[in-house]
């Protein structure tokens, strides 16, 4: 059996192969892209106020979600599917890799965006965790069913396309409310209901298939 030491000593034996697999350029894009929009953002008329501001975010939000959709992605799946470490460690350890960058990135385009054109920080923040809980959810699924290597593109299309359908939502369960609406509290609780119902998803979806561990497992014997 392995012991703590051991298994420490095989995580970090594979951080130089997650770091080279992980899609460095499309996180970066889309780790760039809303502290840019909120940078150019300061150069603009500030007319729009906190409408203005809370697109630019949204937008951010967005594509940094769509960015991390990215982030199970690996052309080696099949060579990796065999080693000993369990998938729950691989992809916690890409997860770690990537969340100072995903941080920085909101952090920077909230810090840029002006003050007066800022909209509540807390409320925004929700926004953007459940979007990415719901990119890498999706991300684990299309893992977990399928024997695609790169699902990133298809998890993409599924966020662009409910992101597209919560916008024609009736004001009943409308997600991107405006800050002065009065249903902007009420919107924020619909975001913390799915992000709560998503985060049990995505926490169950991470482990392999018993089945499939319990083949692998006895393949090593």
């Known amino acids: 059996m392995l012991g703590v030491g051991d298994k420490y000593v095989g995580v970090r034996a594979l951080l130089p192969p997650v770091w080279r697999t992980l899609p460095w350029r499309v996180l970066g894009a889309a780790g760039g892209l809303g502290p ?6 300061r150069l603009m008329p500030r007319a729009g106020g906190t409408t203005h501001g809370l697109m630019v975010l949204r937008t951010g939000a967005l594509a940094l979600a769509l960015g991390l959709a990215f982030l199970l992605d690996d052309p080696a799946r099949h060579t990796t599917a065999v080693v000993p470490t369990r998938r729950v460690v691989r992809t916690g350890l890409r997860m770690a890799l990537v969340a100072p960058l995903a941080a920085l990135s909101w952090t920077a385009a909230l810090l840029l965006v002006p003050g007066e054109m800022r909209p509540p920080v807390g409320a925004v923040t929700l926004e953007v965790a459940t979007l990415i809980a719901l990119a890498l959810t999706g991300a684990m699924a299309a893992v977990r069913f399928t ?3 790169r699902p990133g593109r298809a998890v993409t299309v599924s966020l662009l396309a409910g992101t597209v359908f919560a916008l024609l939502l009736p004001g009943r369960w409308e997600l991107f409310s405006e800050v002065d609406a009065s249903d902007w509290a009420a919107a924020h609780q619909r975001w913390a209901a799915l992000l709560t119902l998503t985060l049990p998803v995505g926490a169950a979806l991470l ?7 319990r083949a692998r497992a006895w393949a090593h014997r």
Request: charged fraction near 30%.
């Open 36 to 41: 840019v929009l909120a940078g150019a953002g």
């Open 147 to 149: 024997d695609e290597p």
């Open 207 to 213: 482990p392999e298939p018993i089945r499939r561990y």
